[in-house]
């Protein structure tokens, strides 16, 4: 079956740069859009953006500025890089599928790692 | 950007009770709004999509309805793993979340 696994960063400091990889296995990361949300902790849940495999993407406006992300097929994976992070961005980060287009429902979930922002 | 409002926040049940969940949007998203299950410490899980699917795999006591900008989750005859809190989601233009309603045990 799908299956999605984030790797993890665990602590990253103020004004750094924040870098996930999500690995797919079980389906080719060409058949999907790919979609990363966000969580902050005892809050709900913020969606972030997507990719598909040609390399097209559609952020969130209020992370766009300071967000990429970015796919290998040949290593069945995508990427996300948020810069210029502050204590807001401390949160659980899911990687998941959009099952046909960007903007869907969000099945599978990778479990989730915990980025944390502090010096 | 298009606000989801789920009531309650916080509801408080029994086994075997019948519980509904409301979700608001703030403008009119057809039928494109799925539903989550959440336990702590693990990643959402889809039960319901494009309003009243049922996603393979969940139980039938789960359902949804609505359309348009008011949507609802009911779980019949609620079970001890139910317990949960709930999101709805989205997905006429970039998806945004409801603040999540909580299940308890009363």
């Known amino acids: 079956q799908v299956q999605l696994h984030e790797s993890v960063p665990g602590l990253v400091k103020p004004s750094e740069t924040l870098s996930l990889t999500c690995t797919v296995s079980?389906?080719?990361?060409?058949?999907?859009?790919w979609t990363w949300v966000r969580q902050p902790p005892g809050k709900g849940l913020e969606w972030i953006g997507y990719?598909?495999?040609?390399?097209?993407?559609t952020y969130n406006p209020s992370l766009r500025s300071r967000l990429s992300i970015s796919i290998d097929t040949s290593k069945n994976q995508f990427s996300l890089k948020l810069t210029s992070v502050t204590a807001a961005d401390t949160a659980v980060y899911y990687c998941?599928?959009?099952?046909?287009?960007?903007?869907?429902?969000?099945?599978?979930w990778g479990q989730g790692t915990l980025v944390t922002v502090s010096s | 950007d298009i606000q989801m409002t789920q009531s309650p926040s916080t509801l408080s049940a029994s086994v075997g009770d019948t519980v509904t969940i409301t979700c608001r949007a703030s403008?009119?998203?057809?039928?494109?709004l799925a539903w989550y299950q959440q336990k702590p410490g693990k990643a959402p899980n889809l039960l319901i999509y494009?309003?009243?699917s049922l996603e393979s795999g969940v139980p039938s006591r789960f359902s949804g309805s609505g359309s348009g900008t008011e949507f609802t989750l009911t779980i019949s005859s609620l079970q001890p793993d139910d317990f949960a809190t709930y999101y709805c989601q989205q997905y006429n233009s970039y998806p945004t979340f409801g603040q999540g309603t909580k299940v308890e045990i009363k």
């Open positions: 494009k309003a009243s």
């Open positions: 403008q009119n998203i057809n039928s494109w």
């Open positions: 998941t599928r959009s099952i046909s287009g960007g903007f869907n429902y969000l099945d599978p």
């Open positions: 079980g389906v080719s990361i060409t058949s999907s859009y």
């Open positions: 990719i598909y495999y040609t390399g097209s993407t």
